[in-house]
Structures are given as C-alpha cells and as structure tokens.
C-alpha cells in the first residue's frame, strides 16, 4: 500500500527520503555542541556588564533622590 502512494506520487518520496536525511544528521540530545572556555568567557561578560550596570544604576538613583524633593 506504502509503495502504491510513493510510486503514484514520486515527489512525495523524495520529501520523505529527505526528511529521514535531516533526521539523521541531527546532534545527540546530551552532547555539548558548545566548547567550554567560549561559553566561560560569554558569560564573563555577561557578568560583567550586570555588574557595571547595577553600579551606575544605583548611583544614577542616589543621584535622582538627592536631586528630587520627595516631601
């Protein structure tokens, strides 16, 4: 019956063949596809910008408190 529809519809088989390729050629679930030392470097910087960044927050808030009558 499987071999009936494919030969009625060849195009339809071709998808499929490569449907299966694509299937194959996928990456194990567990596997790091990443090195270690790039993922350690991004996110020191990621770390870093934080840090940078909730440092001149909070002093451009101490600046808008001071500036800022609140009663």
Do not use: C, W
């Not at 998808?15 to 350690?40: C, E, N, T, W």
């Not at 990621?46 to 808030?61: E, H, R, S, T």
């Amino acid at each position: 019956m499987i071999t009936q529809f494919f030969s009625k519809h060849p195009i339809k088989f071709i998808r499929y063949l490569k449907l299966i390729k694509f299937m194959s050629d996928q990456k194990p679930l567990f596997k790091a596809p990443y090195d270690i030392k790039d993922v350690g470097v991004l996110f020191a910087i990621v770390a870093f910008v934080l840090i940078i960044a909730a440092i001149l927050g909070n002093n451009l808030f101490g600046v808008f408190q001071e500036s800022v009558n609140f009663g």
